[in-house]
């Protein structure tokens, strides 16, 4: 006989029944707990169950066409809101489905407690205890593999890497994780978390904004923004989505590539392709390069040297009235940096070789270098017979372009342009085309075939600590080779043309790249000439394919029945990587991205070619997580269809303002709300977010780092030896010149500031050789706000109070919480 027939005939069919019931309530239960705890997994970790997902209907997909991008978000957060609160309500409602069924189960236990024996009784529940546990762990495992399933959808289906992306020479195998984080490539950026938003820079931001605003309305603005982010850090991030899987990504490669010191993460020279290599091969393969005669190993910094000569030209055209003494002010320099060099690899060829990459951003001929390009530039006529300024202009004077009979169209290109560019090729150049140079510039033929001399010269940089001169070559990174290298062209295809038997269909030029239509015999002689013409400069050439065409630029130059069509190409390097849809940019970049890809196949393609290149970049975008809803609306939808009148716009009667830029962090929830505080001055300033977060920030930083001493723009903390109070200051100029003329003023009593009244004061000293570097900016204002907030937090101080007078009161909480442990971490590793 079983269990519940001997219930029933001993203690009746109701004790049988009830006891009936309350087994299966206890089944209920351990569902329903396992079910709370998944949802409420599924909440924290900003999972979407199946069967939520499923039933929201996407709303974003049916309105992702237009360009406002605050309608935009208004759906988006529409969407996840309806996501969140039907999940919230399911858990509300599972937690009372739980209670009921627990209170009717204690009804039913006191009351089987005064029908059965008490041994039956514990004998029962023992039982039913061992049958419980055994559902719960059977349930709870089922619902880990859901969770599991749900973040691996998010992180292998959302964020799909194709191998292309992602390049690994290294012997180091990668895990999944880190690899499809750095396939998403440099630009892709991450959310930031709420604890890692820098409030000192926020506020530095919103100021430089706010110089731009009357000044009666200021204190409103701020009052107003500075409750906005009060209200957005002290909520936190309750609406955890998607991207807090970013986020963990983000961090698992972060650490991985902490762990593995001896690898470098850089992108490719061309393609957009992430790549991984050992220390050891970098360095080897870059040493090869500087190891040759074209480069000179230098025993010591040569940047004072060239600083102090590049700034006496500049007083010498000052002498001769050619510069204003405004004009040199701003572009002599007193804080230069020696250029630093690094290299990408050149995955496409064989061996994989470095293209050598020379950063200038503050070398001591920076500035003036950009100046004479500048009279170059104005210089240079853009309506030769060679000059392509773009795709578009390509497009509008080749596309069904008329050839001779029997021409066909090759491409040249030169083998390491600036590299093989002479000096004297250079010089030749310039007085080839100085009839043009004159006409713009009021320097003379000698003195600035001198300074093209000199700024040619002056070519070096630093690598692994030691420093190089380019001995040969046009100067890498310079903002003057590019303009002298369309000089130097011009002059090569003066004198080659002429020499040619043939005559030339045509011939465009962009940079180093030629696409000339010529008869069909004339391919070798054309290259001869070319090559013959200086011992450096070598041309490579390509030749029709199969399909008659020739790639040139971004497009196919086709010929068909002896016209020239135009079609939209990507070269076989590239890797396919835009703005990836699940990046944190806004909204608005990747729609109108996707507009301009749009519009540069309308505008470069022939019609025979436009459905083609159009399901060429439908694929692309699609490999980039593009919603394919949202992609048919924006490329196919015949409302869409670029305008082929020209898009620029008549000017305003009377309209003098000029539009200024600012920009602030792109911060998820807070950053539109700021900028909407300044919706009533459109027309005054544009407020650009700016991605802080970037996968770029995990790459490896392969230039030499800049000695403490010679950094500039500079926020830095000074403390005192003997009652260690402490200073802030800023400067603009190199730290160690800062530094000398604080001990110059203490030594000779100089109270301009208040670290040489306390020195003095009190007869203590200043620990200069443990100065503190706080934050860096090279805009001054915001680099004066910084200072003011350091010297705010700072808890014992040496700095006047009039030293903080123009930072508002209005920020004091922001400034107090920004001194919390949690906040201003760093955000890129």
């Known amino acids: 006989m079983g269990f519940y027939r001997t219930m029933t005939s001993r203690y009746g069919i109701r004790t ?17 707990l396992n079910r709370r705890i998944f949802l409420l ?124 992306w992602f390049k690994n020479l290294s012997q180091t195998t990668v895990p999944e994780e880190v690899r499809t984080v750095l396939g998403l490539g440099s630009k892709f950026n991450v959310p930031l978390d709420h604890k890692e938003i820098n409030i000192k820079d926020l506020i530095a931001d919103v100021e430089s904004i706010l110089d731009l605003v009357e000044e009666d309305r200021r204190d409103t603005l701020r009052a107003k923004i500075a409750s906005i982010i009060t209200g957005h850090l002290h909520k936190g991030e309750n609406n955890i989505c998607a991207t807090d899987n970013i986020r963990k990504l983000y961090k698992t490669t972060k650490n991985f590539l902490r762990t593995n010191d001896h690898l470098v993460v850089l992108d490719s020279d061309k393609g957009s392709v992430t790549v991984l290599m050992d220390r050891a091969d970098y360095l ?26 590049t700034n006496k030209i500049i007083s010498t055209l000052v002498n001769q009235n050619i510069l204003s003494k405004e004009a040199a002010r701003s572009m002599k320099s007193y804080n230069s940096v020696s250029p630093r060099m690094y290299g990408n690899p050149k995955i496409h060829k064989e061996n994989i070789p470095m293209r050598p990459i020379v950063s200038d951003v503050q070398g001591p001929t920076c500035k003036f270098s950009n100046y004479i390009a500048q009279i170059l530039t104005e210089a240079y006529d853009q309506d030769n017979a060679y000059y392509v300024k773009d795709s578009f202009d390509f497009s509008s004077k080749i596309n069904n372009f008329e050839l001779p009979p029997d021409y066909v169209v090759i491409s040249l290109d ?66 003057l080779s590019p303009i002298l290298s369309l000089y130097v062209m011009d002059y090569v295809l003066d004198s080659c043309i002429p020499r040619l038997t043939f005559t030339l269909a045509f011939i465009k030029k962009y940079v180093d790249d030629l696409i000339i239509s010529l008869p069909s015999t004339g391919t070798e002689e054309i290259l001869q000439v070319f090559n013959s013409f200086d011992p450096k400069l070598k041309f490579t050439i390509e030749t029709e394919d199969c399909y008659n065409s020739v790639p040139f630029l971004d497009t196919k130059v086709c010929r068909v029945d002896n ?144 000695p403490k001493e010679i950094k500039s723009n500079v926020v830095y903390e000074l403390e005192c030896t003997d009652c260690h109070e402490t200073y802030v200051g800023q400067t603009s100029q190199w730290l160690r010149n800062r530094m000398n003329l604080h001990k110059s003023d203490i030594r000779t009593n100089n109270l301009r500031c208040a670290l040489s009244v306390h020195a003095n004061k009190y007869s203590h000293s200043v620990d200069f050789n443990n100065v503190k570097i706080l934050d860096v900016n090279v805009n001054y204002k915001k680099r004066c706000i910084l200072e003011m907030i350091h010297i705010q937090t700072q808890k014992s101080k040496i700095n006047k109070k009039t030293d903080t007078q123009r930072l508002s009161p209005i920020y004091a909480y922001l400034i107090e919480f920004s001194n919390r442990p949690f906040f201003d971490g760093p955000v890129d590793g």
């Open 16 to 32: 049988s029944d009830i006891m009936k019931e309350w087994s299966n309530n206890n089944r209920k239960i351990a569902n329903l």
């Open 563 to 706: 016209k020239v069509k135009l079609n939209w190409y990507r070269k076989t390097t590239s890797a396919g990587k835009f703005i990836h849809f699940l990046s944190d940019h806004p909204m608005s970049i990747k729609l109108n991205f996707i507009k301009e890809q749009k519009n540069r196949i309308y505008k470069i393609c022939d019609p025979t070619f436009r459905d083609g290149s159009m399901k060429r970049l439908f694929d692309l975008l699609v490999e980039n997580a593009y919603p394919k809803t949202m992609l048919k609306k924006l490329l196919y939808s015949t409302s869409m269809l670029p305008s082929t009148e020209s898009q620029t716009q008549p000017d305003m009667v009377g309209e003098t303002e000029v539009v200024k830029y600012r920009s602030i962090p792109n911060i998820p929830y807070l950053t539109y709300k700021i900028k909407n505080c300044f919706k009533d001055y459109n027309k005054k300033v544009k407020i650009v977010a700016q991605c802080k977060k970037k996968v770029a920030n995990l790459y490896s930083k392969l230039k030499d780092p800049i």
């Open 414 to 479: 030169v083998v390491n342009l600036f590299g093989n560019i002479s000096k004297e090729l250079v010089l030749r150049a310039m007085e080839f085309h100085w009839n043009k140079i004159e006409a713009v510039c009021n320097i003379s033929k000698e003195y600035f075939k001198e300074i093209i001399t000199f700024l040619l010269e002056s070519g070096y940089f630093m690598f692994d600590g030691s420093f190089y001169l380019q001995m040969f070559g046009c100067i890498m990174g310079s903002r």
């Open 284 to 309: 080897q393969k870059m040493y090869s390069i500087v190891d040759t005669d074209d480069f000179k190993k230098i025993s010591r910094d040569p940047t004072t040297t060239i600083q102090n000569k």
């Open 41 to 164: 997994e599924c909440k924290r970790l900003g999972l979407t169950p199946n069967h939520i997902g499923t039933g929201v209907r996407n709303v974003l997909n049916l309105v992702e066409f237009h360009t406002g991008s605050r309608f935009n978000k208004k759906i988006s957060g529409f969407n996840k809101n309806l996501v969140n609160r039907l999940l919230s309500l399911e858990i509300e409602h599972t937690h009372l489905k739980i209670s009921h069924i627990c209170k009717y189960n204690s009804t039913i236990k006191r009351e089987l407690r005064q029908t059965i024996p008490t041994e039956i009784h514990r004998e029962f529940f023992r039982r039913q205890k061992t049958t419980y546990n055994k559902i719960f762990h059977r349930v709870k495992a089922t619902n880990l593999r859901k969770i599991k399933a749900l973040q691996r959808r998010i992180h292998k289906a959302d964020y799909k890497v194709p191998e292309k």
